[in-house]
Every structure is written in C-alpha cells, then in structure tokens.
C-alpha cells in the first residue's frame, strides 16, 4: 500500500509541485515553493483537490484559494541493516 500525506497548499502551486513547470511564476513565489518543499521534503503528487479560498494552509502565505495536495511518502529502503535512499 502506497503512504500518503496531505498539504492545504495554494492553487497557483500546481504547475511546479506536479509537472515541475516554474515558467510564469514570479522569482519570490517560486523562492516560496522551492522553501516550502524543502522544509517539507514531500515525494511525487499524486492528486489535487478541489479549489477553495482560505485564509491559512500549510505555506507561509496568507489568503488564497488553496486545495489539498496529496503526496507519496517516499520511505527508505533498509537492506541488510543498511539504510539504501530511493532518490
């Protein structure tokens, strides 16, 4: 069974957080995504929500339609005591 987790995240954040496609994206709203994701170390997503306003989620922004992202929890592989990274 896949592990998931689940982010309330802004809407505008798709593009980049599913395909990897940061055209279009200012340099301080892309510099909060790539902070985001790095405090947060989140594997592929797997599904987005549907959209809504809210005035907090799980980013450091306030105020915006935000839906929830869903994640694949990329788990380490232990090998015969040994820690093997799937990255």
């Known amino acids: 069974m896949i592990k998931t987790e689940e ?9 980049y957080l599913i395909n990897g496609d940061a055209t279009g994206y200012e340099d301080h709203e ?11 170390a989140p594997g592929p997503c797997l599904d987005v929500g549907e959209a809504s306003f809210c005035w907090r989620g799980d980013d450091s922004t306030l105020g915006a339609d935000r839906a929830v992202f869903t994640f694949q929890v990329i788990e380490e592989l232990v090998s015969d005591g040994e820690v093997v990274s799937w990255e």
């Open 7 to 15: 982010f309330l995240l802004p809407v505008h954040w798709a593009s």
């Open 30 to 40: 892309f510099d909060e995504i790539e902070e985001w994701c790095t405090c947060n």
